[in-house]
């Protein structure tokens, strides 16, 4: 089943976002974060990418 490139918008948004608050607790102290929060990002950026029809399929 293909997703929708809609739906793949909205979950690279929501996955920068949970990335953005990880990156902020790893900033108060909690280093252990830091990657969590980088790897989300990184989802984020893909699914948006794959949204805008740049991923090859």
Request: hydrophobic share 55%.
């Amino acid at each position: 089943m293909v997703t929708p490139r809609n739906r793949l918008k909205g979950a690279g948004i929501s996955y920068l976002g949970i990335g953005a608050a990880f990156l902020a607790i790893a900033a108060s102290g909690q280093s252990a974060f830091l990657g969590v929060g980088l790897a989300l990002i990184g989802l984020g950026i893909v699914f948006l990418a794959r949204s805008r029809g740049g991923g090859a399929e």
